[in-house]
């Protein structure tokens, strides 16, 4: 079955960088949306950042001005540039899309998820 590929998860020390990468298989028709979430310890899963394939984008208060998020089209690929990070930020990234795959309906899409550790 069709699965999302991430990368650029790992470890880093306060105010580090990282950049996520999320790509879409060939057969992915028509991207609508693509979206990072996170949970991390003993919390919910929250949306993180979200962008359409239009460009608008979307952020949450704690991660806007630090994180950026793009998306390649022509890639079927998303991104979540991640700066100043804090500890806070530890958790798993998933990525998330809808889209069509073939002449079947959008629906989303999940990705393995990636870990994210911020070491104070």
């Known amino acids: 079955q069709v699965e999302l590929v991430e990368s650029g998860g790992g470890l880093v020390q306060a105010g580090g960088s990282l950049r996520l990468s999320c790509a879409a298989p060939g057969n992915f028709r028509s991207i609508n949306a693509m979206r990072w979430y996170r949970q991390g310890p003993g919390k919910q899963r929250e949306l993180v950042a979200g962008i359409s394939s239009g460009g608008s984008t979307l952020y949450a208060d704690s991660v806007k001005a630090r994180f950026t998020i793009s998306l390649d089209n022509a890639k079927n690929t998303v991104y979540l540039q991640m700066n100043s990070l804090k500890p806070e930020d530890t958790a798993v990234y998933y990525c998330?899309?809808?889209?069509?795959?073939?002449?079947?309906?959008?629906?989303?899409?999940w990705g393995q998820g990636t870990q994210v550790t911020v070491s104070s």
């Open positions: 998330n899309c809808n889209a069509r795959v073939g002449v079947r309906p959008s629906r989303d899409y």
